[in-house]
């Protein structure tokens, strides 16, 4: 068996299952055809977000310039808290049934994004918060659920890092990623039933119906954000691939060179399977 | 799987029992945090327009279980300390124990040390900051519900990080987050049972005994993935 055989893992054991759709051995980037047309989509969409949500559409009537924070920051918790988590939901399910390394890894780069997008979500809430409502912070049930989910995830991804056996590593992250995104439900309602038993919601930060340009901006912020959070996605998932098939080819050669080794000693020893 | 709960259960009380760490240290621990939020918060001090109740007295509730959260953290992290040498968890699989029944007897027998816990700490809390009990019937089934989410979420989480070096970091990390809404519904319900009406407590209970049902059934479920090691 010779190291090219090892390098495009065509004696590595693994089966055609176990490799991510549209496989090409070997790889050489996380990029492809794909990452590049979605990334040419997220510099244009953003460009356009830009353009549109700074100069082209008008200011709020009540919100004055601080409205246009509207444009990323709803897009990008809209792809936190409902597009990430629930990749990470569904992959932990599926790995849970099957074991599939496929799930998994895609369950841990998506929520990997997703803190990414859900830390951003506060800090753009925060600094809008400023300006509209007086103070970066008030206890409103999305703003006291968003932190807890934040921690939440936060723990889900150490977890992920742990220096431990990976299957079993998996398996606990998995369970994390179900029961986490349960949490994070409940979190939510008890949290806005705090608040009612004294005051009604009193933080409505778009009371205004938007339409027209307002609108376009905004739809032109979720393809951007989404465009950047699949960019993202993808090549962190194709990353944590390329570790997990590294870490199987190592054990591989290892074994390869334990197994050489013996056959070498037991040939030099004249003592031959079924000889002597 | 009850039979193997009882087992479990048994087995770790009776460790507990006979090595005194939970009356010797986390007891004390308990009762200390009590003490320091007392030297945190200024006595004198008196909240206007409610019945002239010291700011010390109004947030008792809160202290309270903020006390019990944190000595549970101790009591979790034991629980499975004490099956971490000699593959113990392992052990117990082979015994022909079933994963959940595993699982509701740990659960089991931190909700009883938790019980000790509260009444300990709870008795110190009234003479402490001075709060009167208004509704009973409510506080007890406060007591019980919250006692059930915090040990059933407690144990799940807590087996997460069984077995590792990082577990005294790891696990507050990941079970102060999911305990979240139960200090939350513990704290108004405990408020109402103290200070206010029995029906906004009530509520709360019924929130409580959902969390603590949710978590045992998801603890049932998923415990054996935790457990099975490769």
Known sequence: ?276 | MLRDARLVAAKDLRIEWSSKVLTAQVLPFGFLVLILFGFGISPERIVQGKDGRSVLEDVSPALFWLAVLFSALLALGRSFAIEADDGNLDALQLAGLEPAGVFLGKTAAVAVELAVLEVVVGSGALLLYGATIRHWLLLIVVLVTTTLALSGAGILYAALGAGLRVRDTLVPLLVLPVLAPVLLGATRATEAALFGAAADGWSWAGFLGAFSLLYLGAGILLFGALLEES
């Open chain 1, 1 to 276: 068996m010779t190291a090219d055989q090892i390098a495009d893992g065509s004696s590595s054991g693994l089966s055609v299952e176990d490799r991510a759709p549209g496989y090409k051995a070997p790889i050489l980037s996380t990029g492809s055809e794909a990452t590049r047309v979605i990334g040419v989509i997220a510099l244009l969409s953003t460009a356009a977000m830009l353009a549109f949500g700074l100069l082209i559409s008008p200011p709020d009537l009540f919100q004055g310039d601080s409205v246009r924070l509207f444009y990323l920051h709803v897009p990008v918790a809209i792809v936190a808290l409902y597009l990430a988590f629930t990749i990470t939901l569904i992959g932990s399910v599926i790995h849970l049934v099957n074991g599939s390394t496929f799930w998994d890894l895609l369950a841990g780069a998506a929520a990997e994004v997703g803190v990414v997008f859900l830390g951003l979500t506060l800090v753009t809430g925060m600094l809008w918060g400023r300006p509209t409502w007086g103070s970066y912070w008030e206890w409103d049930p999305r703003l006291t659920s968003t932190a807890v989910s934040f921690v939440l995830y936060l723990g889900y991804l150490a977890v992920r890092k742990l220096d431990m056996d990976p299957a079993a590593r998996s398996r606990r992250a998995a369970v994390l990623g179900i029961v986490g995104f349960a949490n994070t439900i409940i979190v939510k309602y008890s949290v806005s039933w705090w608040r009612s038993l004294h005051q009604g919601s009193t933080l409505k930060p778009l009371d205004s119906q938007i339409e027209g340009l307002m609108m376009f901006s905004f739809a032109l912020g979720l393809v951007s954000m989404l465009s950047i959070f699949a960019w993202l996605v993808m090549h962190r998932f194709r990353l944590a691939w390329l570790q997990h098939r590294v870490d199987a080819h190592r054990l591989e050669a290892a074994l390869l060179e334990r197994r050489s080794e013996g056959e070498a000693g037991i040939a030099k020893s004249g003592l031959a399977p079924g000889g002597a």
